[in-house]
């Protein structure tokens, strides 16, 4: 088979809706599929303003919004009605692609397996997680053992990094899994991108040192542990300054939790290249990501990255080298890991130039035919 006989049905949570990297990457790859003569259609909840325009052909799936508070703005796919089974039936595709395991996905996995069409499933964040942001973590077992049963009834796993794969054996999720990992932009994310002027128009000095950070503001992305670390930083009165990137349904509680901080809002395209150019320091407390596109990103603009020791960074940050990783959760040590970056120009752009030469190496079309590999060695004729 080559790649022009795919025809690939790929399932998303959230494929164009609300622009996170997850839904990025998709896009990046079903755009690669397409000028690869691959045949693909996508099914996920549609709204009427999505954040972005969809890479190729998108079809609605049944959904509400997300019954979890701060999270209204995310849908929750509800599995597959009439129609959308009709267009699925009518597409005929020889392999199902599914990147979340939520009720549409496991209905688009049984009707795969019942039609004997290979499953490929991508893993984008640590779902399992998640509870414990809520107040749930009990759940957190039980979460675990849905997608471990989700997992291993797919014939392969892709995940995006080294440590998540390992994560993921480690767990029981599967034994055959491969890595695809995340490219970067260069058009948009470079140290070149830079600009004085537009740190002036935010009240940062040219002399002052910005700790950023770079996110989707939801509490799941270790804002807690952000701000305390940056507290703990204050106490030790080091000079520097907090530039946040960014919005969502948190910003009030990250406001009041970082008085003084800038809040610069959601940038995208050049203008996050060069808002994250422009910061000094790179601060990624979360635990939840597979691979961390935003490390991958501020690595490429230049910039020294203090990361939790979890899945995603350890594979991208070398420590002592482009930055530090820490235990996730240990606010102390994030605050003596930005201190001496905070006082040290030379070490802060030695390890800053480190990074944005280690970044160099992911290239989204090699990155891209990995999953294609995938998809042709579990192919059926």
């Not at 998640?130 to 049963?149: C, D, K, N, Q």
């Not at 990137?245 to 009041?256: H, Q, S, V």
């Amino acid at each position: 088979m080559e790649t022009s006989d795919l025809r690939i049905a790929l399932f998303s949570g959230n494929y164009n809706y609300t622009r996170d990297g997850a839904n990025q990457a998709l896009n990046r790859l079903v755009g690669y599929l397409l000028k690869q003569g691959a045949a693909v259609r996508v099914f996920s909840p549609k709204v009427a303003e999505p954040d972005f325009e969809a890479t190729g052909e998108l079809f609605d799936v049944p959904n509400v919004r997300m019954p979890v508070k701060g999270r209204g703005e995310y849908r929750m796919p509800l599995g597959l009605n009439a129609k959308a089974r009709a267009a699925l039936e009518a597409f005929k595709p020889n392999m199902v692609h599914l990147s979340s395991p939520d009720p549409t996905g496991h209905a688009a996995l049984k009707w795969a397996q019942k039609n004997n069409i290979p499953v490929v499933a991508s893993v984008h964040t640590r779902f399992e997680t998640y509870p414990r942001y809520y107040g749930l973590a009990f759940l957190e077992p039980a979460v675990e053992g849905i997608m471990r049963r989700f997992y291993n009834r797919c014939d392969a796993l892709v995940a995006p990094s080294e440590s998540m794969i390992d994560e993921l054996i480690a767990q029981g999720m599967h034994t055959d899994i491969g890595l695809w990992t995340r490219g970067v932009d260069r058009d948009v994310f470079d140290p070149s991108r830079r600009d004085l002027e537009w740190r002036r128009s935010l009240g940062l000095a040219d002399e002052d040192v910005a700790i950023a950070f770079l996110g989707r503001l939801v509490m799941e992305k270790g804002l807690d542990v952000f701000a305390d670390s940056i507290i703990a930083l204050r106490k030790k009165q080091v000079p520097h300054k907090v530039l946040v990137i960014g919005d969502g349904p948190a910003r009030e509680w990250f406001e009041k939790a970082l008085p003084g901080g800038t809040f610069a809002g959601f940038q995208t395209g050049r203008d996050l290249g060069r808002a994250l150019a422009s910061a000094d320091i790179f601060l990624n407390p979360s635990i939840t990501e597979t691979f961390g596109n935003v490390t991958l990103e501020a690595m490429a603009s230049g910039l020294p990255v203090v990361a939790a020791s979890a899945t995603g960074s350890t594979s991208l940050v070398a420590d002592g080298e482009s930055g530090q990783l820490i235990t996730p959760g240990d606010t102390e040590a994030f605050a003596e890991a930005l201190a001496p970056y905070c006082a040290d120009d030379a070490l802060r752009l030695a390890h800053g130039k480190a990074g944005e030469k280690r970044s160099r190496a992911y290239s989204w079309d090699a990155i891209n035919q990995a999953v294609v590999d995938t998809y042709l060695r579990i192919a059926k004729d």
